[in-house]
């Protein structure tokens, strides 16, 4: 298995600002993803992080709103970047890690004032 | 693009009673997975099925994966209240680390 940590939890932030959400796994791993889950809603993927690569983003997420760093194989970081209220919602990191299994961290929730 | 459909939305059972959800696939998948979401909680991998017409169980809860590898359901017996969440079904096609979630379905267990 994999156990994922995630930096913050939760935070209020006020709308214009920043945030980067840290991603921390207990072992090495190819495939990471950052996801967003609104309230009551599925899964959507934002993008896959590569290690030493630019990200991949899924349609309708751009780099500019959700830079992501992926210095090595067990961390990474997503940016929530100039954020209206929008924005808010809970962020996961991921990975697929032995047997093609499929863990998440705990989220961040994050709301945007 | 492919797409998940996963019914019901939202199911209330009283306690005791059994419980079921329903993905289908677009397309024919490679393998699906199932999660369970608890309430303010993130999605926790409960099982991987793989083979056409597979069933797997796991105490109370059967999974099924149906022959054509494009639908399958998680059935669960006797409904407990610590099985209150969000059940996901996630399909991924042959070739892809990234699956399809599907929306969920939401179990309110009433003692």
């Known amino acids: 298995s994999a156990v994922i940590s995630q930096k913050p939890s939760r935070d209020i932030c006020q709308r214009g600002t920043s945030l980067t959400i840290q991603c921390q796994v207990d072992s090495q791993v190819t495939m990471m993803f950052w996801y967003r889950q609104q309230p009551g809603q599925s899964l959507t993927l934002i993008a896959t992080a590569n290690q030493g690569s630019e990200a991949t983003y899924e349609s309708g997420f751009v780099i500019d709103k959700f830079p992501i760093s992926r210095p090595n194989l067990t961390f990474s970081t997503l940016t929530v970047s100039n954020m209206s209220p929008e924005d808010s919602s809970i962020y996961l990191c991921s990975v697929v890690a032995e047997g093609d299994t499929q863990y998440f961290g705990p989220g961040t929730r994050l709301t945007v004032l | 693009g492919q797409q998940v459909m996963q019914i019901p939305q939202y199911q209330h059972v009283q306690e005791g009673e059994d419980f079921t959800t329903y993905c289908n696939s677009s397309?024919?998948?490679?393998?699906i997975q199932w999660y369970k979401q608890r309430p303010g909680g993130h999605p926790v991998f409960l099982i991987q099925l793989v083979k056409s017409g597979e069933v797997k169980k796991q105490k109370r809860l059967t999974f099924q994966f149906g022959e054509a590898k494009k639908n399958s359901s998680l059935h669960i017996t006797a409904t407990q209240t610590t099985d209150v969440g969000t059940y996901f079904c996630?399909?991924?096609?042959?070739?892809?680390?990234?699956?399809?979630f599907g929306r969920g379905t939401s179990l309110i267990v009433h003692p």
């Open positions: 996630a399909g991924r096609n042959r070739g892809s680390y990234i699956p399809t």
């Open positions: 397309t024919t998948l490679s393998n």
